[in-house]
């Protein structure tokens, strides 16, 4: 199981372990049966993972797209400003990144992500993928379930498209 970088979740009964994450976002480092990520030799909460992981992307796409040889202190400091005390989830910082380095938006130092997150260009486009993912978590969730019965439905989808159409 250790010999995988990614072994899943664990099954219920073995033993809590402590969260490693450096930020935990939970009161306590214990881990709940079953709700533990396990990676190497150590145990993250689910959503400590995805969070770490984000952090991981932005840099390794930051390296890919913006500077290889960034000053790794600053880009965290930053990072960790963003996220830590401004209060930004990681997967949109990560976000933002992405969409910049893919729309010809220009970032080359680490404090211009203060910026690239008050991009309204950007804010749009990203309200945008909001409303078109939770269009097509609707449409997935009417293709594959059943309403129960006295569940009255008004569909948000076809309005989100109305908009997006326009
Ligand atoms: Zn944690």
Known sequence: MSQQAWSGILDKG????????????HDSKDIPDGEAVHVGNAYYHQDCYREKQSIDDIIAVW???????????ELRGVINNLIFKTGYPAEKVLWYLRWATTHGIGIKHPPGLYWLM????????????????????????LANTEAPSGFEYKPQTTGFKRIIKR
């Open 118 to 141: 008050k991009n309204e260009k950007i804010a749009k486009a990203w309200e945008d993928a909001q409303k078109k993912t939770i269009a097509d978590n609707w449409e997935f969730e």
């Open 63 to 73: 390296c890919e797209r913006v500077d290889d040889k960034p000053i790794y202190g």
């Open 14 to 25: 073995e033993i809590a372990m402590k969260c490693r994450y450096g930020h935990c976002k």
